[in-house]
């Protein structure tokens, strides 16, 4: 694992799993907001790196997580077995559909998302990686729905996803009667048009908020925002 993917306060093992820590799921566990929620769901935890970040981040939180790979499942157990946060910690193995109708599965006051963003597009021959990074519309339209039957009253769903997708998740979302509050655009450098964006959704129907995330300063300088923002996980900073 790369230096800029040390944690400071827990480890993260990826062995065998195939599975990396990207700058798309520690910006999504740096950011998503969750304010004072007593229960998180994180789908497609991977490794559980979003999971953890968000037990660090919220002391009050159960925080659970739902993951199909079994190898990445297996992983993400260890982490979150050996993590500061374990009791805080739970993970269902299969898809998040499968959530429905489970005993204790209780609303939640948010769900969060790094999901498969390459949509009906050719797939990689190593069929494990494209289960990770690819999807049908289908997979959209049921995490809307499933978010609207699962989140409580005020809660919200966070995802972090391309342009394209995210505009379509915009409208799957709104059939489920679920609109956006915040849309962050995520940029490399400030002259960069944006490559990501962290989309807030909740039950309220307002005019977004809407802002920028900037992760570099100049090449190989991270900016002040990107800083601030991972400067309690990250043993670089």
Aim: charged share 20%; hydrophobic share 40%; net charge neutral.
């Amino acid at each position: 694992m790369s230096d800029i993917f040390r944690f400071k306060q827990f480890n993260v093992d990826q062995a065998g799993c195939g599975m990396r820590v990207n700058t798309d799921g520690v910006l999504l566990g740096a950011l998503a907001s969750a304010g004072s929620a007593r229960k998180i769901l994180d789908i497609g935890t991977g490794t559980g790196v979003i999971a953890l970040m968000l037990a660090q981040r919220f002391e009050r939180a159960g925080v659970n997580a739902v993951e199909i790979d079994s190898r990445a499942a297996a992983a993400a157990r260890k982490n979150f077995r050996q993590s500061p946060f374990a009791s805080r910690l739970d993970l269902f193995e299969g898809y998040f559909q499968q959530l429905s109708g489970q005993p204790g599965q209780a609303e939640y006051d948010v769900i969060v998302s790094n999901p498969p963003f390459f949509i009906d597009s050719l797939r990689n021959k190593d069929i494990r990686r494209s289960e990770a990074r690819h999807a049908t519309t289908s997979f959209y339209e049921d995490m809307a729905s499933f978010a609207a039957s699962h989140l409580s009253g005020s809660g919200t769903l966070v995802l972090i996803l391309p342009e394209e997708t995210n505009r379509l998740m915009i409208n799957y979302a709104a059939r489920s009667g679920l609109y956006p509050l915040s849309v962050v655009s995520v940029s490399s450098f400030e002259s960069s048009e944006p490559h990501r964006y962290i989309s807030t959704f909740s039950f309220e129907r307002v005019e977004p908020l809407l802002s920028r995330f900037v992760i570099y300063k100049s090449r190989g300088v991270y900016s002040t925002q990107y800083r601030n923002a991972l400067e309690n996980f990250l043993t670089i900073f």
